[in-house]
T-cell receptor, first 117, second 113 residues
Framework: GAGVSQSPRYKVAKRGQDVALRCDPISGHVSLFWYQQALGQGPEFLTYFQNEAQLDKSGLPSDRFFAERPEGSVSTLKIQRTQQEDSAVYLC???????????????FGPGTRLTVL | GQQLNQSPQSMFIQEGEDVSMNCTSSSIFNTWLWYKQDPGEGPVLLIALYKAGELTSNGRLTAQFGITRKDSFLNISASIPSDVGIYFCAGQFGRQAGTALIFGKGTTLSVSS
C-alpha cells in the first residue's frame, strides 16, 4: 500500500512569506507526528496528533508555527512570516496505534525541504 | 532540543568491512531504535529494542540496548555499497504509541567497492 506522502517536496519562500506543508499519512493510521530536520542534524519533534486532536505541541519553536488535522487524516503544518532559521526538511510520520496502546512503529514520509531566502 | 550523542560522525570503509556505531544519552530511555536515511527520503526503521541488555539482529545488522538504558550500538557486518547512507539512533522515554522520538545527529557511512 501507499506510504506517507508529503507535498510539496521542495518549497522556496521569501523571508516573511507564509507557507503550508501537507502530509498524507498511511490510511487508517491514528497517530501523526511532525519533525523538523536541520541540515546535518537528526529530526526534532514538533507536534503530535491522535486523530484530529493535537495532544502535544511542545516542540513547536514559536507561535509562527501552527499545525492542524481537522478530519483526522491529512495534516497541514503552517509557518507564518517565515525566517531564514526556518530552513529545514519537515518530516511527517504516522503510526497505527492510539496514544498509550503499546509499542508502535512510526513510518516517515520523504519530507518537504523548505528554503527561506 | 535534546539530542543524543552519536559517534562516529562519519565513516569511510571498504566493501566487506564490518562497521560499528554507538549512541549515548544522559537520560534513561525505555526504547532504542535505529533508522537509516537515504538522500531525499525519510528515515526507515532498521531495528527496535525494548529491553535493557536486548541484542537483536536484522540480517547483517545487529543492535544492542545497553544495560544502563543510556546507550545503544549498531553493528553492520560485511558492508555492501547499498549500506551507504545516514544512520540515526533514536530513543523514546515511553513505550506507548504517541511517544515522540529523540534522535542523534547521525553517522554518515560511505562504502567504496
Amino acid at each position: 500500500g501507499a506510504g506517507v506522502s508529503q507535498s510539496p517536496r521542495y518549497k522556496v519562500a521569501k523571508r516573511g512569506q507564509d507557507v503550508a506543508l501537507r502530509c498524507d499519512p498511511i490510511s487508517g493510521h491514528v497517530s501523526l507526528f511532525w519533525y523538523q530536520q536541520a541540515l546535518g542534524q537528526g529530526p526534532e519533534f514538533l507536534t503530535y496528533f491522535q486523530n484530529e486532536a493535537q495532544l502535544d505541541k511542545s516542540g513547536l519553536p514559536s507561535d509562527r508555527f501552527f499545525a492542524e488535522r481537522p478530519e483526522g487524516s491529512v495534516s497541514t503544518l503552517k509557518i507564518q512570516r517565515t525566517q531564514q532559521e526556518d530552513s529545514a526538511v519537515y518530516l511527517c510520520a504516522s503510526s497505527l496505534a492510539r496514544s498509550g496502546q503499546g509499542t508502535d512503529t512510526q513510518y516517515f514520509g520523504p519530507g518537504t525541504r523548505l528554503t527561506v531566502l | 532540543g535534546q539530542q543524543l550523542n552519536q559517534s562516529p560522525q562519519s565513516m569511510f570503509i571498504q566493501e566487506g568491512e564490518d562497521v560499528s556505531m554507538n549512541c549515548t544519552s544522559s537520560s534513561i530511555f525505555n526504547t532504542w531504535l535505529w533508522y537509516k536515511q537515504d538522500p531525499g527520503e525519510g528515515p526507515v526503521l532498521l531495528i527496535a529494542l525494548y529491553k535493557a541488555g536486548e541484542l537483536t539482529s536484522n540480517g547483517r545488522l545487529t543492535a544492542q540496548f545497553g544495560i544502563t538504558r543510556k546507550d545503544s550500538f549498531l553493528n553492520i557486518s560485511a558492508s555492501i555499497p547499498s549500506d551507504v547512507g545516514i544512520y540515526f539512533c533514536a530513543g523514546q522515554f515511553g513505550r506507548q504509541a504517541g511517544t515522540a522520538l529523540i534522535f542523534g545527529k547521525g553517522t554518515t557511512l560511505s562504502v567504496s567497492s
